[in-house]
């Protein structure tokens, strides 16, 4: 018989300490750093897997993949337009799929990266963040903080998680665009469902 215990939540703040070389915050102490330097943060949902489980001929995918960095730059260059240093775009800690592309277009556009991760996220390889606030065990753990930090939001793609977390957004009257043309449950929303969203 094992006697082997669960993480304990220092030992778990320990490994993101490790992995990252992220300033770690918890939701209250961002929340008040936010307001007291006035930030704007920009939520990014999308799908969080590989590209290549899209079954797309390299070729195609290559092309698919380019497309998505156009339409999600053009967002993210249009919020930075807007908050210029006060920007930060927030997005699940993992380093793949539309979040992967969202870190390296942060990255050439010189805005800050964050992220409300639950520990699950330490199995995979993380991206490049300014800023983690770990939350929770497993994914969905941290959807309320992630809305609640959040002044607007960005969906590519994406599946169950983030389909609730855009309705949340849209519930809580937030700013939310739809990008459409990359599958998900972005491209089986509508106006229907999301009134004062923007569609793309």
């Not at 260059?77 to 539309?98: E, I, K, S």
């Not at 991760?117 to 991206?127: C, K, Q, S, T």
């Amino acid at each position: 018989m094992s006697t082997s215990k669960p993480a304990t939540r220092s030992s778990r703040r320990a490994e993101w300490r490790q992995r990252t070389d992220a300033e770690i915050l918890t939701d209250s102490s961002f929340a008040a750093r936010k307001s007291a330097e006035g930030l704007y943060v920009v939520g990014v949902l999308g799908f969080a897997g590989r590209w290549e489980r899209s079954g797309l001929a390299p070729d195609a995918l290559a092309a698919f993949i380019d497309e998505a960095r156009e339409f999600l730059g053009r967002e993210l260059l249009r919020a930075q337009q807007a908050h210029g240093d006060r920007l930060v775009v927030c997005t699940g800690a993992t380093n793949t799929g539309v979040l992967q592309l969202t870190y390296e277009l942060c990255s050439a556009l010189g805005i800050r990266t964050m992220s409300v991760a639950p520990d699950r996220a330490l199995n995979y390889e993380l991206g490049p963040l300014d800023f983690v606030i770990p939350l929770g065990e497993y994914f969905g753990d941290e959807s309320e903080a992630f809305v609640r930090l959040g002044d607007e939001f960005v969906l590519l793609g994406g599946g169950k998680q983030s389909h609730q977390e855009i309705l949340a957004a849209h519930l809580a009257g937030k700013p939310v665009t739809i990008i459409q043309g990359f599958g998900g449950i972005a491209d089986e929303l509508s106006p229907a469902d999301l009134s004062n969203a923007r569609w793309v």
